[in-house]
Nanobody
Framework: QVPLVESGGGLVQPGGSLRLSCAVSRSILSALYMGWYRQAPGKQRELVASITGGGSTNYADFVNGRFTISRDNAKNTVVLQMNSLTPGDTAAYYC?????????WGQGTQVTVSS
């Protein structure tokens, strides 16, 4: 069983919005770190946004206020709300969750921004 399952990707026009969800199959209350990364073809995987167990958030410079990461402890879900999307945001988006002894990656969800 895959510990993380991402959803919410798809095709959207420039300026549109998408909401990515990462469903975790165990409690995230003890998670030290949760993050969203992305990887475009031919490029390295890069951090998009992260949130710590204490709720501190961090965003890549390219986010520029367009995205919001949040967590729902009751649903064991990490959400990335993405607004004002541009073609440059086209990539596979991956969820990453870290516990004291284990780190999990999801299989990714594709985001394509195109007119």
């Amino acid at each position: 069983q895959v510990p993380l399952v991402e959803s919410g990707g798809g095709l959207v026009q420039p300026g549109g919005s998408l909401r990515l969800s990462c469903a975790v199959s165990r409690s995230i209350l003890s998670a030290l770190y949760m993050g969203w990364y992305r990887q475009a073809p031919g490029k390295q995987r890069e951090l998009v946004a992260s949130i710590t167990g204490g709720g501190s958030t961090n965003y890549a410079d390219f986010v520029n206020g367009r995205f919001t990461i949040s967590r729902d402890n009751a649903k064991n879900t990490v959400v990335l709300q993405m607004n004002s999307l541009t073609p440059g945001d086209t990539a596979a988006y991956y969820c990453n969750v870290r516990y004291t002894r284990q780190t999990y990656w999801g299989q990714g969800t594709q985001v394509t921004v195109s007119s």
